[in-house]
């Protein structure tokens, strides 16, 4: 039973002493009536002429001191206070907002140094630099993509049906040996400054994906602006050439014709 009474008087009191009213108020009223505080730890009864709680009755009874001032003290530091209190933290945030828009002002019209200029330049070269090597990253796969469209058209020519080879073999028997294969490849055959390397050159781009040595520089540029062969270029072996559809269709022919005129 007593420990439950103590167990309740304490948590009165913790309630009270914790509560903003009842902690402004002891705190008021020990700063109004310090006197007694002092008086009843620090100075000793022979000192004077009485005891000490006779003493500070008779001495420190004052009713405002006591009671008026520190109600008073309390209703201050709980209404007003606090309403200065958020008007001071007011006028600092206003004052912050206003230094901040003065330094932005400033550095607006604030020029460059000239160590800020060239980190800036360096920054943007550094971002051009970037953008190039995506651009020539993506210019690279699409030229592959490209590569591999054209070699999947040729399969998918290899794959159509062929001419009548009865039909065909008659034509061939009733015609000189240069009419065979399309009419590019007839056409191609009659210069014959570039129809004889052909098969070296073919082979060497097929098997190497480079010209043979000792080809010119004239002979080289005719195969690329007539589009038989076409020059490439990636980022670990640089710079190779395949042929290209046509090229591929006039190597075909070739090989056609070489192969049945040993036939025949």
Known sequence: MFTEIRKSTNAILFERVTSPLFGTLIVSWLIWNW???????????????????????SNYNDIHFLVTF??????????????????AYWITIKFKKWRIDQKNEIEKTQVLTIEQSVSIRQELRDKEMEFEKILEKRNLEEKILKSQIEELELRLAELEPKEDPIKTNRVRKSNSGSS????????????????????????????????????????????????IAEEKWDTESGNYYVLTFKGNGLYKDFFNEKFENKEE
Request: charged share 25%; net charge negative; hydrophobic share 35%.
């Open 70 to 87: 520190p109600l008073i003290s309390t209703f201050l530091l709980l209404t007003i206070i606090p309403f200065v209190s958020n008007g």
């Open 180 to 227: 065979y294969g399309s009419s590019e490849y007839k056409t191609f055959k009659t210069n014959k400054k570039v129809f004889e390397p052909f098969e070296k050159i073919a082979t060497s781009i097929r098997n190497d994906f480079q010209f043979p040595k000792g080809t010119s520089e004239e002979l080289k540029e005719y195969y690329l602006i007539n589009d």
């Open 35 to 57: 006197k007694i505080i002092y008086l009843t730890l620090f100075i000793s009864e022979s000192t004077i002429e009485e005891n000490k709680i006779d003493y500070i009755a």
